[in-house]
């Protein structure tokens, strides 16, 4: 994996990366209800401080949403922790992760599953996360739109959206085979809602909220402008 240095082109010294690691673990995410012990192993173990843009290094392990450009966030490692659990995933499942960003969640989902197909719309980020998974063997990147995607009803055993909608897609509630999880932000700025939705097996949806957040609006489900009088 390619190590990013800060901007100053002096990397932060091992000792407290590990400390500030530590401390993003035992002081934010445990405080947050993240009990599983194979959550919290991954998101000790995946550098985090290697899927960020350079001049943000140094908040990496922040309880805060990192900007990764073309208005594009990283979710706080809290909630990144609060989804991964929600997910519950099996080491033989199948994942789509909508949103790739830095590829940070991506590499966290293929440790925890058997395969992750992961799409990025903006080509330079898709760009600056194969470079960063390139050693990844489980996870396969592509560049587009995933609203014009056409996948097989019931394809994937998860899927995990990084961006919010105004509501939920049917086409990716379709894509969920019985039994399936899908992750997503739904409502208005400034208080959304971070979604668990589970396909039983019989067809039903039920959905599970998590938590409170505000994320920037997945490209092509933009609110409409409002016309003021």
Known sequence: MRHIDDVSG?????????????NMIEQQIRTWDVFDQRILDVMREVPREDFVPARHR?????DLRIPLGHHQVMMKPIEQGRMLQALSLAEHERVLE???GFGYITACL???AGSVLSIEIVDSLARQARTNLEPIKNIELKSGDIL??????????AIVVTASVPSLPDNFL???????RLFIVRGQS?????????RTDSGELLEERL???????LIGTEDPPEFRF
């Open 174 to 180: 379709g894509w969920l085979r019985p039994g399936g």
């Open 148 to 157: 014009k995607a056409d996948f097989s009803a019931g394809e994937f055993d």
């Open 110 to 112: 293929a440790r925890l």
């Open 190 to 198: 400034p208080a959304m809602e971070a979604l668990a939705v589970t």
């Open 10 to 22: 002096v990397g932060v010294p091992k000792l407290n990366l590990e400390l500030a690691r530590s």
């Open 98 to 100: 909508v949103g790739t």
């Open 211 to 217: 938590f409170e957040t505000d994320l920037p609006r």
């Open 58 to 62: 140094k908040l990496a392990f922040s």
